[in-house]
């Protein structure tokens, strides 16, 4: 069993920056794929980012491409979510995910098998 406890959340405004940061504990961590989704209130939950853990390799949102950065420290089971240029419309719940297998879809929240409880993001106007 994988546990994830995300954090890093907070408010702040427009045009500024956060760092979410996403621990594995438990078993061994060594997924396929790790991933970053958000809900905003009233809307479905949407795909964000997504990082091949052995490959490193990234796939983002166009929502956010070129604004977020996704990455990861083995060493400390730990991914993050470096967001900049922060808009209102970021404005949602948080979460990491993993992935024990390969999968045609990254975006799809149906391929996760681990999700964290959520960090909110707030950015005021």
């Known amino acids: 069993q994988v546990q994830l406890v995300e954090s890093g959340g907070g408010l702040v405004q427009t045009g500024g920056s956060l760092r979410l940061s996403c621990a594995a504990s438990?078993?061994?961590?060594?997924?396929?794929?790790v991933a970053w989704f958000r809900q905003a209130p009233g809307k479905e939950r949407e795909f964000v980012a997504a990082?091949?853990?052995?490959?490193?390799?990234?796939y983002y949102s166009d929502s956010v491409k070129g604004r977020f950065s996704i990455s990861r420290d083995n060493a400390k089971n730990t991914v993050y979510l470096q967001m900049n240029t922060l808009k209102p419309e970021d404005t949602a719940l948080y979460f990491c995910?993993?992935?024990?297998?390969?999968?045609?879809?990254?975006?799809?929240?149906?391929?996760?098998?681990?999700w964290g409880q959520g960090t909110q993001v707030t950015v005021s106007s």
């Open positions: 995910a993993s992935a024990r297998d390969y999968s045609d879809s990254y975006s799809d929240g149906g391929n996760y098998d681990y």
């Open positions: 438990g078993r061994a961590f060594s997924p396929y794929r």
């Open positions: 990082l091949r853990w052995s490959a490193g390799r990234t």
